[in-house]
């Protein structure tokens, strides 16, 4: 019963560093998301992919990349990390017209 | 745009007390999906209930229940005999269904505080 994994759970990054969140999911869903949670208030979605191949832009997109090259993977990328992008991060999968399964979301600090 | 609003921020209740925590939103959307989670201090999401726009009949679960009134753009959220172990962050969240998914559009929550 994995569901959606993500990986890793914390980490510390310094300003202009890059790294990638990674994101799995083992329920076949077509749909995968990824929020960023800023303390205090809601989730806001920098960008979503509704199936292999094919990605979007959320509300809040700058400063990241992502690729959807199979079902199961979503990978995010921050490729030049700013104190900005300081926040705890979800990804969430479905199928559409079911409610998002989310991940136990990653805390990146930036300093 | 579709917007979500979750006017009381913090709430704090004695145990065995009603609580009800509000939700006002809106969307031009004729069809929709609204949502509530709830995230608890170990920080995960969890799924409480998703509502169809054409579905308005008032929901139970246990000692959770949800009023859904679209005259109102609300769909309010109440816990009966609140528990300490309701205590938690609680999200409510509107569909934006345009490019083919189901983005999520979050309020910024409610902190619920159950004292013993």
């Known amino acids: 019963n994995a569901g959606v994994t993500q990986t890793p759970k914390f980490r510390i990054l310094k300003i202009g560093q890059s790294m990638t969140l990674q994101c799995t999911q083992d329920?076949?869903?077509?749909?995968m998301y990824w929020y960023r949670q800023d303390p205090g208030m809601g989730l806001k979605l920098i960008y979503y992919?509704?199936?292999?191949?094919?990605?979007d832009k959320g509300e809040v997109p700058n400063g990241y990349n992502v690729s959807r090259s199979t079902t199961e993977d979503f990978p995010l990328r921050l490729e030049l990390a700013a104190p900005s992008q300081t926040s705890v991060y979800f990804c969430?999968?479905?199928?559409?017209?079911?409610?998002?399964?989310f991940g136990d979301g990653t805390r990146l600090s930036i300093l | 745009a579709q917007k979500v609003t979750q006017a009381q921020t913090e709430i704090s209740v004695v145990e065995k007390e009603d609580v009800t925590l509000d939700c006002v939103y809106e969307?031009?959307?004729?069809?929709?999906?609204l949502f509530w989670y709830k995230q608890p201090p170990s920080g995960e999401l969890v799924f409480l209930i998703r509502?169809?726009?054409?579905?308005?009949q008032n929901e139970i679960s246990g000692r959770y229940s949800w009023n859904f009134q679209k005259s109102t753009s609300s769909f309010n959220f109440t816990i009966t005999a609140s528990q300490v172990v309701d205590s938690a962050v609680y999200f409510c969240?509107?569909?934006?269904?345009?490019?083919?998914?189901?983005?999520?559009?979050f309020g910024k929550g409610t902190k619920l505080t159950v004292n013993p």
């Open positions: 969430a999968s479905s199928y559409l017209g079911q409610p998002q399964h």
């Open positions: 329920m076949n869903h077509n749909y």
């Open positions: 509502r169809n726009s054409f579905d308005e």
């Open positions: 992919s509704v199936g292999a191949g094919i990605t």
């Open positions: 969240a509107l569909s934006d269904t345009q490019g083919g998914s189901e983005k999520l559009v």
């Open positions: 969307t031009r959307d004729t069809t929709y999906y």
